[in-house]
């Protein structure tokens, strides 16, 4: 695990695609105003017959934001991935563009250079680091080009090397939902009771980043904003370093400072490089070595 006499700002991008960043991710401060009275209560309303039972499934199509399989990139978001969305690309430009155009990528052209026997390896289809602009992270980019082929990875298929990002068809699972029960007869108003007093809160959570991107790009993929200042407070600190990355829930073999003295701004301090990982920086667990 990297550290060093100075850290990277939350806005800072690493010097290079292998870097992963440690961010502190807070949600913004927010007042809770005090709840109004309760209403008096409604008179029951009419019995209606329960509606039949609904079941549903929806697709979305993302790029993943790191070289795992599609499992891992539809997980992330619990939802599932769906092998016959997949398998509809196989062969087909328009299918592809029009699957890319829905992950919010556009593609400036089309690669089919691992036909005809290296695509399910490769994990097509897919987008590679060295061909792409934009953000995997904001969901938003453009291939240049966009590859697919005859053959499509299967969901469970993790790419070659960690220079290719899947296409990925994530459906919600199939559930069905059951009739309401009557409502039950109202209730007597309650006793009215003074006001809480405004209630300010402010919680950092600490995580390695899933991407090459800067904090403010990883904080932001959950909703919530980087910290400058926990940052700096790990600045030449082993002991703060360790902490952190123990709350986000990796452990550290050993310690290098190796961007010290001067690159650790632009090295993305602190940080892990992908060729001293092991485990999962999506899966929020794993060793820094």
Do not use: M
Not at 21 to 32: D, E, H, I, Q, T
Not at 262 to 286: D, F, K, V
């Amino acid at each position: 695990c990297f550290y060093g006499n100075q850290v990277a700002k939350c806005s800072q991008r690493p010097v290079d695609g292998h870097h992963r960043r440690l961010c502190p991710c807070k949600v913004a401060a927010a007042s809770l105003s005090p709840p109004s009275p309760p209403p008096p209560p409604l008179p029951p309303p009419a019995l209606l017959p329960p509606p039949p039972p609904v079941s549903f499934s929806t697709i979305t199509w993302q790029v993943a934001t790191t070289e795992g399989s599609c499992d891992d990139a539809c997980g992330f978001v619990n939802k599932l991935c769906d092998d016959t969305a997949l398998e509809a690309t196989a062969g087909s430009k328009e299918k592809t563009e029009a699957a890319y155009k829905a992950a919010h990528f556009t593609c400036s052209s089309f690669g089919t250079g691992c036909s005809p026997s290296n695509c399910p390896n490769w994990g097509a289809p897919y987008l590679h680091t060295s061909h792409l602009s934009g953000s995997t992270a904001g969901r938003n980019g453009q291939g240049r080009p966009c590859f697919y082929g005859n053959q499509v990875a299967k969901c469970s298929q993790r790419p070659v090397d960690g220079h290719h990002r899947r296409l990925c068809p994530c459906k919600v699972a199939a559930a069905s939902l059951s009739p309401p029960s009557p409502p039950p007869p109202p209730l007597p108003p309650p006793a009215l009771l003074p006001p809480p007093p405004p209630v300010s809160f402010s919680t950092i959570t600490w995580q390695v980043a899933t991407t090459e991107g800067s904090c403010d790009d990883a904080c932001g993929f959950v909703n919530k904003l980087c910290d400058d200042t926990a940052l700096e407070a790990t600045a030449g600190s082993k002991e703060k370093t360790e902490a952190a990355y123990k709350a986000a829930h990796f452990t550290c073999s050993s310690f290098g400072t190796g961007c010290s003295p001067s690159n650790c701004p632009n090295w993305g301090a602190p940080y892990l490089h992908t060729s001293h990982l092991s485990g999962s920086t999506a899966g929020r667990n794993g060793q820094g070595r």
